[in-house]
T-cell receptor
Framework: DTEVTQTPKHLVMGMTNKKSLKCEQH?????MYWYKQKAKKPPELMFV???????INESVPSRFSPECPNSSLLNLHLHALQPEDSALYLC????????????????????FGPGTRLTVL | SQQGEEDPQALSIQEGENATMNCSYK?????LQWYRQNSGRGLVHLIL?????REKHSGRLRVTLDTSKKSSSLLITASRAADTASYFC???????????FGTGTRLQVTL
């Protein structure tokens, strides 16, 4: 299985709602990523998880809360979002160096899911 | 500021023609990757070139890398309508598992 899946495909929420985006992969990749992409712009990195631990947070507002419950799943919990948070949210995964190695980073390609189109009203 | 700048921003060609898009970056890289994105969808990895490589081929794709000029180019030969998409270069720098994407080139291939 070489696929990254994301649910839901589309989400409309109000500024007071709480919702979650889900991402799943079964390729055994131990790095998982959340990106935000606005129309006609490149993806912007939000979070990186390495071996289920948060390794990079690109100064993302606390209304976005990531969670990695196991090596196959990645969630993004949303609360009190603003209309400007409306965007395509992309999940990706990639293989990592062996645990215990000096360099755990991924030099490899990232596999992307199809994204969740989020609209905040 | 953006790590990678791509040009042209948009490119329109006819089927069968070649398409060339360029990427310039600012700091040293470990590798540079190219991705394609169909409208509103996820990104698909096309090709990866390491900092010690100068040229790489994959099917109709040819990528070059000039680390002295901090630039890369992607050539798509004999383009097809199905190649219509946005193309992004992405740079891996330092030791973090992090890619920084270029600004993208929107390619339109018409019949």
């Amino acid at each position: 299985d070489t696929e990254v899946t994301q649910t839901p495909k589309h989400l409309v929420m109000g500024m007071t709602n709480k919702k979650s985006l889900k991402c799943e992969q079964h390729m055994g990749h131990r790095a998982m990523y959340w990106y935000k992409q606005k129309a006609k712009k490149p993806p912007e990195l939000m979070f990186v998880y390495s071996y289920e631990k948060l390794s990079i947070n690109e100064s993302v507002p606390s209304r976005f809360s990531p969670e990695c419950p196991n090596s196959s799943l990645l969630n993004l919990h949303l609360h009190a979002l603003q209309p400007e948070d409306s965007a395509l949210y992309l999940c990706a995964s990639s293989p990592l160096g062996l645990a215990g190695a000096r360099d755990l980073s991924s030099y490899n390609e990232q596999f992307f899911g199809p994204g969740t189109r989020l609209t905040v009203l | 500021s953006q790590q990678g700048e791509e040009d042209p921003q948009a490119l329109s060609i006819q089927e069968g023609e070649n398409a060339t898009m360029n990427c310039s970056y600012k700091t040293s890289i470990n590798n540079l990757q190219w991705y394609r994105q169909n409208s509103g969808r996820g990104l698909v990895h096309l090709i990866l070139i390491r900092s010690n490589e100068r040229e790489k081929h994959s099917g109709r794709l040819r990528v070059t890398l000039d680390t002295s000029k901090k630039s890369s180019s992607l050539l798509i030969t004999a383009s097809r309508a199905a190649d219509t998409a946005s193309y992004f270069c992405a740079m891996r720098t330092g030791t973090a598992s992090k890619l920084t994407f270029g600004t993208g080139t929107r390619l339109q291939v018409t019949l």
